[in-house]
């Protein structure tokens, strides 16, 4: 199976500061079909998970575009150009480059 | 837009069956695979089970193989997992959520259903 590992697993920011995740597979997330399976779903407090991001860099509709998304091959970054309140909550990248899919474990984006 | 509504969580002793429901509404339902993903408690994410749109495929992570079996009713916008030989590990929060075939990620997530296995 694929290991997606996040850094860091908590992150304190500072209201209207950037906000930087990473996530790195052990294998590439080069499907056969060429294209890059990599999400981030973010989960608010008592909430179910909500798509970000996929295929790296792309935004899901609806997405502020403070969020961007970057990488290849099995370095991955989640970037938030200034933080808002509504952004507290869990991060998480998912690969679905290769059954079965696997999520990092978390990042914690809380306020300082 | 799209919605999803799980039923059927509750507690259930080790051993027994559950069967989880997720009714979809808003959206074509044929043309999506549709997902389970479960999050036990405190803890993260983690996927469970896939079958394709029209129902003749289904992936399974390993944990679950030969114990789960996710099906679904395309004339009901619905689709299940059957979960036996349930144990105290499977005690989770079970989301639905629809894949994006083509950008191969979930897009709509259902509001989840709690399963808990304890005697």
């Known amino acids: 199976d694929i290991v997606m590992t996040q850094t860091p697993l908590s992150s304190p920011v500072t209201l209207g500061q950037p906000a930087s995740i990473s996530c790195r597979s052990s294998?590439?997330?080069?499907?056969?079909?060429?294209?890059?399976?990599l999400s981030w779903l973010q989960q608010r407090p008592g909430q179910p998970p909500r798509l970000l991001i996929y295929?790296?860099?792309n935004r899901f509709s609806g997405v502020p575009d403070r969020f961007s998304g970057s990488g290849a091959g099995t370095d991955f970054t989640l970037k938030i150009s200034r933080v808002e309140a509504e952004d507290v909550g869990i991060y998480y990248c998912m690969q679905a480059a290769q059954f079965p899919f696997t999520f990092g474990q978390g990042t914690n984006l809380e306020i300082k | 837009q799209g919605q999803l509504v799980e039923s059927g969580g509750g507690v259930v002793q080790p051993g027994r069956s559950l069967r989880l429901s997720c009714a979809a509404s808003g959206f074509t339902f044929s043309s999506h695979g549709m997902h389970w993903v479960r999050q036990a408690p405190g803890k993260g994410l983690e996927w469970v089970a896939l079958?394709?749109?029209?129902?003749?495929?289904?992936y399974y992570t390993d944990s679950v193989k030969g114990r789960f079996i996710i099906s679904r009713d395309n004339s009901k916008s619905t689709v299940y997992l059957q979960m036996n030989s349930l144990r105290a590990d499977d005690t989770a929060v079970y989301y639905c959520?629809?894949?994006?075939?083509?950008?191969?990620?979930?897009?709509?997530w259902g509001q989840g259903t709690t399963v808990t296995v304890s005697s």
């Open positions: 079958i394709w749109f029209d129902g003749s495929k289904q």
């Open positions: 295929k790296i860099s």
């Open positions: 959520a629809r894949y994006l075939g083509l950008l191969l990620t979930l897009d709509i």
């Open positions: 294998q590439s997330l080069i499907h056969s079909d060429g294209d890059t399976y």
